[in-house]
Nanobody, 119 residues
Framework: QVQLVESGGGLVQAGGSLRLSCAASGRTDTTYTMGWFRQAPGKEREFVAAISWSGGVRNYVNSMKGRFTISRDNAKNTVYLQMNSLKPEDTATYYC????????????WGQGTQVTVSS
């Protein structure tokens, strides 16, 4: 089992920045791809970004490419999402997720952290 705890959410004005963190604990005998997802009120959860175990492969949804940056520090078992030039439409609950390298499904999820961007 892997436990994920997000932090770093909050209220920010449009154009501002936030850095989300996701601390992982638990099973350490395998490698994981880490991802960030978000869910706005009344909308389905959507993919934001993902990063491979080594950090060499990073994927972003097109609308966030250039504004958001995913990174990880395996020594700290932490993955980050740096969010710049935030817009009101980025308001959502942001979730961290983990999947075992080579598998399709994200099996482990955090509880989420709220990001609110005011106009």
């Amino acid at each position: 089992q892997v436990q994920l705890v997000e932090s770093g959410g909050g209220l920010v004005q449009a154009g501002g920045s936030l850095r989300l963190s996701c601390a992982a604990s638990g099973r350490t005998d395998t490698t994981y791809t880490m991802g960030w997802f978000r869910q706005a009120p009344g909308k389905e959860r959507e993919f934001v970004a993902a990063i491979s175990w080594s950090g060499g492969v990073r994927n972003y949804v097109n609308s966030m490419k250039g504004r958001f940056t995913i990174s990880r520090d395996n020594a700290k078992n932490t993955v980050y999402l740096q969010m710049n030039s935030l817009k009101p439409e980025d308001t959502a609950t942001y979730y961290c997720a983990a999947k075992i390298t080579g598998t399709l499904q994200y099996a482990y999820w955090g509880q989420g952290t709220q990001v609110t961007v005011s106009s």
